[in-house]
C-alpha cells in the first residue's frame, strides 16, 4: 500500500511542463496586458499575432517586441 502512494504522489502527467509552455507562448500578450491598460488595440494586435504567428519564432518575437514597445499604434 505504501508503495502504491508513494509512486503516485509521483507520478507525473505532464500537465505542469503543459502550463509552462502555455506560459511561455502566451507571454507577449500578458506583458501587453500589464504595460498597456488604455490602448486596447494594441494589445489586440499583441493577442492577434500571438495567436496566429506565435508557433513561430518569428512571430512569437514580432508580438512580443510589440507588446514591449513605446510607439502607440
Known amino acids: 500500500m505504501l508503495l502504491l502512494l508513494s509512486t503516485a504522489a ?4 505532464g500537465s505542469l511542463f503543459f502550463k509552462i509552455i502555455l506560459f511561455v507562448y502566451f507571454l507577449p ?4 496586458v500589464l504595460r498597456i491598460p488604455i490602448i ?24 512580443f517586441v510589440k507588446a514591449v514597445s513605446n510607439r502607440k499604434v
Not at 509521483?10 to 502527467?13: A, E, L
Not at 500578450?29 to 501587453?32: A, D, E
Not at 486596447?40 to 508580438?63: D, P, R
Open 10 to 13: 509521483t507520478k507525473s502527467d
Open 29 to 32: 500578450t500578458i506583458v501587453g
Open 40 to 63: 486596447k488595440f494594441k494589445f489586440i494586435t499583441v493577442l492577434l499575432i500571438n495567436i496566429f504567428l506565435g508557433f513561430t519564432v518569428v512571430g512569437w518575437w514580432l508580438s
